[in-house]
């Protein structure tokens, strides 16, 4: 199965609202505090562009308007397009100015999670850990152990996401293994997590820096494949004719890709 990705930054995230639904810019007015509606309207921005790439979809503001990131009732992330449901599903998560999308075709199980790599307690990887997952990180020399700890507490994040019950579960519910915890950290390697009810979550992590992200999804994944924003310039006609161009030689509706 084919899982794509895409990361933005808060400097990514247009100043005006055209982007927004009118229901989304409500929902953004309602918001009290500009750290919270700063993080939301990251976390939006990614997974809009994430999913108009995904569908084909024009980037131009008033086109991504069209696109709706609804929270389902257990709180995942639903996208719907001119108030459809899309045929996609997503995982979202920001941090300190930093949002990543998880894109794949509708029906799979998903989760993604992105954190920075710090220093977790002692006692926080006995409260939320279990005995093997306790024992990689205190078998990690002391420069290793805060990614060893991020990376097991990510792939956590990921699979209860993809679980649709989020922190709702207790965390050692679900059992993280590495498949190779000191790997070239800068490519995808495989990591799994087993869930209580016996369910198997394949997945993937990477660093960049001081930044970790997991992926995991049932049915197994493929590495994760970027996504790359394609430039443009609004009102330029000849990036409508591109598009054209290119629906037709894939054979693809934007909504049956």
Not at 240 to 253: I, M, Q, T
Request: hydrophobic share 40%; glycine share 6%.
């Amino acid at each position: 199965m084919d899982v794509y990705w895409l990361e933005q930054t808060e400097a990514d995230v247009p100043l005006g609202k055209d982007w927004l639904s009118t229901s989304e810019i409500a929902c953004l007015n309602g918001m009290r505090f500009a750290q919270r509606r700063t993080g939301w309207r990251l976390g939006r921005w990614t997974a809009k562009r994430a999913v108009a790439l995904y569908l084909n979809w024009p980037p131009r503001p008033h086109a991504l308007a069209q696109i709706e990131i609804r929270p389902a009732p257990s709180g995942a992330p639903e996208a719907f397009v001119v108030n459809m449901a899309a045929p996609v599903t997503i995982s979202l998560s920001h941090r300190s100015g930093t949002a990543m999308c998880a894109v794949a075709s509708s029906g799979q199980k998903l989760g993604c999670d992105l954190e920075l790599i710090e220093p977790r307690s002692a006692a926080f990887v006995a409260d939320y850990f279990v005995a093997e997952e306790q024992a990689l990180v205190a078998g990690a020399s002391p420069e290793e152990r805060p990614r060893i700890s991020v990376l097991i507490w990510s792939a956590k994040e990921s699979a209860l996401k993809a679980l649709h019950e989020g922190l709702r579960l207790d965390t050692r519910s679900v059992v993280v293994t590495l498949g190779d915890a000191y790997s070239d950290p800068a490519l995808w390697s495989r990591l799994q997590v087993k869930c209580w009810d016996g369910r198997i979550f394949h997945g993937w992590w990477r660093t960049h820096g001081s930044v970790l992200r997991t992926i995991v999804a049932d049915p197994s994944p493929n590495s994760p494949i970027s996504m790359e924003l394609k430039p443009y310039l609004p009102g330029d006609a000849s990036f409508d004719a591109l598009k054209r161009s290119e629906k037709k030689k894939e054979g693809v509706s934007v909504l049956q890709r």
